[in-house]
């Protein structure tokens, strides 16, 4: 990397850190919400973080909601049932 100029290095780290912690966040909530379509979709594209947020800000949150939601309706009706 000699041959690159100091300010390209420096965006050139700066751009690989991003992505990677935007992957790996990314990947890891597909694969513990058990999406292999988007953990493939992740893993094999390279949007600079841009489909990763999408996944986590848009699927992923919308995902983590319905689960929250199907937890909740048998607690209450569970309390419901009781009263």
């Known amino acids: 990397m000699p041959d690159i ?3 390209a290095r420096a965006f050139l780290v700066t751009a690989v850190a991003w992505t990677l912690a935007w ?3 990314s ?3 597909a694969a513990r919400n058990g999406s292999k ?5 992740l893993l094999l594209t390279n949007t600079l973080g841009a489909l990763d947020a999408v996944y986590l800000f848009g699927i992923d949150r919308r995902h983590r ?5 199907q937890r ?3 607690t209450a009706a569970g309390l ?4």
């Open 27 to 29: 990947l890891w909530r």
């Open 72 to 74: 909740a309706l048998p």
């Open 5 to 7: 100029p100091p300010a």
């Open 65 to 69: 909601r319905d689960a929250r939601t």
């Open 23 to 25: 992957k790996g966040a």
């Open 37 to 41: 379509p988007w953990f493939v979709t």
């Open 80 to 83: 419901a049932n009781n009263h």
